[in-house]
């Protein structure tokens, strides 16, 4: 019996609903497994049909397709290593979620996920049956125990696994980035190491896939929650791990670590990659976005430009009569150091027609916000035309603080396909601009250095609708409501909890009110980069009309 097995992790990044392309993918990289003399290549968590999959999994015609998809790939593959592979196994009203494991020309072992995640971004429940745990999977020389992302986080399954004869664990993984997560994964499977005695394979999806993004960062652990291998974050990768059997079992070879990036450098490469997929799976290749001169656009458009290449990034100003010329300025320096397209469209003729036409309804009212939300809107109506007339996506570039409170005008600077800035605060959009000035990377396909102008950073910010506009007239300095925002939101704080770290009760009792009644604009907002574990959209779910406040304190 031999001693010695070849597991190929294939960290890649498939296409929700593009079966055969991701079986092309499969395919492509099984040939490389094949030629580096691996006796398995395993795929993550639902590889076959990208994740997350929501309703579309519990469609009948799309579960046949799968199965068809998987039986083609086993006949094709039949001549060498092994296939792990994750996809939906039909069950009736609704599938399982499955690993199958392919060999000699078919789909050769089945394992169930049986822990169904039921938080977070994650509805697992309503999409699969609970599958029974099983036991190991020969492959070659080795019984490998295979829990399914979940399913490692639980000690039950893999002690089942270890005490039914397991002598390596595969984790197949679907496991989105957020902030501070490869610690709490390390931490866990470390335990299950322990627990276990055996080796792990943490092996984990890659790419963007709506709001959400997986980051990869597998990873490869020896008994005793020994390190031997870290894939890259973020990035595509083809690793061969040799494992080898000695006299206290199988353990695997020590191989390469990669550098992770800290938190300012993993959330910056989220939103290009997040960015980047959404466009190429939604079948963009060029961008649209407006370039006010301000830091949130800046920031947008430095992110696209690393995601697409700057020839792909058209940049708009649209000036009013309000827009100073600082703004211009800014805009147009921003766009040059990127390298990207810059155009200018007045919204000033525009605004006096409208005006004019409601001239005689609005007589005799004083000017307000009413007027200012045109403004916005005529932008929203510039940009989608341009966006529709070169078959470039609009993005949008409102930052958390200003999503939360609804700082933002619906169909105006909300309208567009995605934001990438959706889940940053406004404080870590001045901090991200200051680091990507700082620092390059081999994957952004933006230029070196100083790509933001420090003046676009450090100018107080404006929307710019009227006479001497600063944010600060209508909110309280950023400083102070990002922590607000940070406590009631992500920390779900009570109101009583954010007055006793000094903060004035009626102003967080306005923040409070602004998050709830804005709830409507979030509901119609682009989706985008997921980056914390409190983002809007799947992590937060409140009713739209709501009539509750905190009064526990009064």
């Known amino acids: 019996m031999s001693d010695r097995f070849r597991l190929t992790l294939a960290q890649i990044n498939p296409t929700v609903g593009d079966l055969r392309g991701n079986a092309g993918i499969a395919h492509a990289a099984w040939d490389e497994a094949k030629a580096a003399g691996a006796d398995m290549i395993a795929f993550p968590e639902m590889f076959i049909t990208g994740y997350q999959l929501q309703d579309l999994v519990k469609k009948p015609a799309f579960a046949m397709d799968v199965q068809r998809v998987l039986q083609d790939l086993a006949a094709d593959c039949a001549d060498g290593p092994a296939i792990g592979i994750g996809g939906p196994l039909p069950g009736g009203a609704k599938p399982f979620n499955a690993y199958f494991v392919l060999q000699g020309g078919k789909i050769d072992a089945t394992v169930l996920k049986h822990h169904l995640p039921n938080y977070a971004v994650f509805d697992e429940k309503r999409y699969y049956y609970a599958g029974d745990p099983a036991g190991p999977v020969r492959v070659g020389p080795v019984r490998i125990g295979m829990p399914i992302c979940e399913d490692a986080w639980f000690e039950d399954v893999t002690e089942t696994l270890a005490e039914t004869g397991a002598e390596i664990l595969l984790v197949p993984n679907g496991s989105p980035y957020h902030r501070g997560k490869m610690g709490i994964r390390q931490a866990q499977m470390v335990a299950r190491v322990i627990e276990t005695g055996l080796p792990l394979v943490y092996l984990n999806l890659l790419g963007g896939q709506d709001d959400q993004v997986f980051d990869g960062a597998s ?20 690793t061969h791990v040799d494992f080898e059997r000695g006299a206290e079992g199988w353990q695997a070879v020590e191989g390469d670590k990669a550098r992770l990036p800290d938190a300012w450098e993993a959330d910056y490469h989220a939103m290009v ?139 105006g600077d909300m309208a567009g396909g995605y ?98 009644i804005n709830e409507y604009k979030r509901f119609q907002a682009a989706p985008g980069a997921r980056l914390t574990e409190r983002a809007f959209w799947l992590d937060r779910r409140y009713p739209i009309v709501n009539r509750w406040r905190d009064t526990l304190d009064e």
């Open 273 to 411: 990659l997040a960015l980047g997929d959404y466009m190429r799976k939604a079948g963009f290749s060029k961008t649209v976005l407006g370039l006010s001169g301000g830091v949130d656009s800046a920031l947008v458009a430095a992110i696209a430009a690393d995601a697409l290449a700057p020839e792909n990034v058209r940049c708009v100003m649209l000036p009013s009569k309000y827009t100073s010329a600082m703004s211009l300025e800014d805009a147009g320096e921003t766009a040059r150091r990127l390298g990207c397209k810059l155009d200018t469209v007045s919204i000033a003729g525009a605004h006096d027609a409208v005006g004019d036409a409601l001239s005689d309804l609005f007589a005799g009212m004083a000017p307000d916000v009413t007027e200012e939300n045109i403004q916005s809107r005529l932008r929203g109506v510039m940009l989608m035309a341009i966006s529709n007339k070169f078959g470039e996506m609009l993005l949008t570039t409102g930052n958390k603080s200003e999503v939360a409170v609804g700082y933002s005008t619906i169909y």
């Open 419 to 516: 934001n990438p800035i959706k889940d940053l605060y406004k404080t870590r959009v001045f901090e991200t601009c200051r680091w990507r000035n700082a620092n390059h990377r081999d994957w952004m396909a933006g230029p070196e250095g100083e790509v933001i102008p420090p003046r676009v950073i450090d100018k107080p910010p404006t929307a710019e609708l009227r006479e001497d506009q600063k944010d600060e007239d209508s909110l309280p300095p950023y400083s102070d409501l990002d922590v607000m925002l940070e406590m009631l939101i992500d920390k779900e704080a009570s109101v009583s909890d954010v007055v006793a770290m000094g903060y004035d009760r009626a102003t967080v009792k306005k923040i409070e009110s602004l998050i709830y």
């Open 219 to 238: 990873f490869v652990l020896n008994p005793h929650g020994v390190l031997t291998h870290q894939l890259p974050a973020f990035e595509p990768t083809l």
